[in-house]
T-cell receptor, first 115, second 111 residues
């Protein structure tokens, strides 16, 4: 079974530029999560999708971050414009959903450096 | 304010030693998960505990959920260099509809 795929693995941009990350979850997984992990910290949930609907985006900085999950499969996370404090690893995870939602499978992450 | 606290923050031990790391909260969780994360990789789920007082064993790893479902511990027996990594606990409510991760314990096992 293929795992969660993410691209790119690394990205370096200047502040005020835009960037987009892509995630392909495990086939059949209804729930998809985007996390931000700053160096030395645990992952922080940014947004959670159930199929193509948003379940929780309370911690997403909506003035600069946006995410979509068209057709309930792949997802993209965008930052526009980026700030220095956005430097972090962006993790995508998926789960079957429902009562199996706590069994999350993570991708390798995208390491973003904003200079 | 961290909803989940983990201790110690860092731990460096010799191969063969035993260790315990802790995950504490003032909140009651419906489930608690432990993950291990290696450099450049995403976290990998080790175990989920859902019942107060529950103990689960995974080879040399023993996980315990507190009776009040507010805290958990992870004990590793005879640690090996392959156990090196960041150990994260995550608490959930509503069967996974809401999650929070702790800051992690970074473990280094020296050969």
């Amino acid at each position: 079974e293929a795992g969660v795929a993410q691209s790119p693995r690394y990205k370096i941009i200047e502040k005020r530029q835009s960037v987009a990350f892509w995630c392909n979850p495990i086939s059949g997984h209804a729930t998809l999560y985007w996390y931000q992990q700053i160096l030395g910290q645990g992952p922080k949930l940014l947004i959670q999708f159930q199929n193509n609907g948003v379940v929780d985006d309370s911690q997403l900085p909506k003035d600069r971050f946006s995410a979509e999950r068209l057709k309930g499969v792949d997802s993209t996370l965008k930052i526009q414009p980026a700030k220095l404090e956005d430097s972090a690893v962006y993790l995508c995870a998926s789960s079957l959903g429902g009562r199996r939602s706590y069994e999350q499978y993570f991708g390798p992450g995208t390491r973003l450096t904003v200079t | 304010t961290q909803l989940l606290e983990q201790s110690p923050q860092f731990l460096s031990i010799q191969e063969g030693e035993n260790l315990t790391v802790y995950c504490n909260s003032s909140s009651v969780f419906s489930s608690l998960q432990w993950y291990r994360q290696e450099p450049g990789e995403g976290p990998v789920l080790l175990v989920t505990v859902v019942t107060g007082g529950e103990v689960k064993k995974l080879k040399r790893l023993t996980f315990q959920f507190g009776d009040a479902r507010k805290d958990s511990s992870l004990h590793i027996t005879a640690a090996q260099p392959g156990d090196t990594g960041l150990y994260l606990c995550a608490g959930g409510w509503n069967y996974g509809q809401n999650f929070v991760f702790g800051p992690g314990t970074r473990l280094s096992v020296l050969p």
